[in-house]
C-alpha cells in the first residue's frame, strides 16, 4: 500500500508541475548526495595527507637536528670541555681513592679489596653518568656513549696501584691513572664520532 501511495504521489507532481520539473528535482537531490560525499572523500583524504606529511617532517626534523648538531664543531668543543672536566676529577678522586684504601683496607685481602675498588668505581662511574644525562649529542644523552668497561680499566690500574712491589707511590699512582682516564676519553670521544 505504501508503495502505491508513493508512486500515486509521484504522479500527482508529475501532473501538477511536469516531468522536467520532477527530474530535475531529483537531479538536484542527486548532485547535492554526490557533492557532500565527495566534500567528505576529500576532507579525509586531505587529512590523511596532512598527518603522513606531518610525521614524516618530524623524522626529517630529528635528522636535521642530529646532522646539525655533529657538524656544528662548537657542540663537539663543549662536550669535550665539559666532559674533560668530568674526567679529570675522576683521575683526582681515584688516586684518592687509592691512597685511603692503602691506609684504611686490609689488601691482604684481594677478594674484598676488589670488591670495594669495583663498587667505589662503579659508583664514580654512575654519579658521572647522571651529570651527563643533563646532555644531549645526536638525539642521545651524553650518558649513553659511556662504556662499562671503564669500571674494570680502572680497577687494573687501581690494583697495580695497591699490589705494586716497589711499594706506594703517589706520583706513579696518579701518572697510571691519568694513562687510563686519557685512553677512557679517547675511547668516549671515538664513541661520539661513530
Not at 606529511?53 to 636535521?64: A, C, I, Q, Y
Not at 676488589?114 to 659508583?123: D, H, M, S
Not at 662511574?125 to 646532555?135: A, G, T
Request: net charge neutral; charged share 25%.
Amino acid at each position: 500500500m505504501n508503495e502505491l501511495q508513493t508512486v500515486s504521489e509521484v504522479a500527482r507532481g508529475i501532473s501538477e508541475y511536469g516531468i522536467l520539473v520532477m527530474v530535475a528535482a531529483f537531479f538536484l537531490v542527486f548532485a547535492a548526495g554526490v557533492m557532500l560525499w565527495n566534500m567528505r572523500a576529500y576532507k579525509n583524504l586531505i587529512q590523511r595527507l596532512v598527518s603522513d606529511f606531518s610525521e614524516k617532517l618530524d623524522k626529517v626534523n630529528s635528522m636535521m637536528v642530529d646532522v646539525a648538531e655533529g657538524i656544528v664543531p662548537e657542540t663537539q668543543l663543549r662536550i669535550k670541555n665539559i666532559s674533560n672536566v668530568y674526567f679529570d676529577l675522576a683521575t683526582e678522586q681515584v688516586c684518592r681513592m687509592i691512597k685511603k684504601v692503602r691506609e684504611e683496607n686490609h689488601i691482604a685481602d684481594r677478594e674484598a679489596t676488589a670488591q670495594k675498588v669495583r663498587t667505589l668505581l662503579r659508583n664514580m662511574y654512575e654519579d658521572r653518568n647522571s651529570r651527563f644525562d643533563s646532555f644531549t649529542y645526536r638525539g642521545k644523552k651524553l650518558s649513553g656513549y659511556c662504556n662499562p668497561e671503564w669500571i674494570e680499566w680502572v680497577a687494573k690500574a687501581v690494583e697495580g696501584e695497591l699490589y705494586n712491589e716497589a711499594g706506594p707511590n703517589n706520583g706513579r699512582a696518579y701518572t697510571n691513572v691519568k694513562a687510563v682516564y686519557d685512553n677512557i676519553k679517547l675511547d668516549f670521544y671515538h664513541r661520539l664520532n661513530n
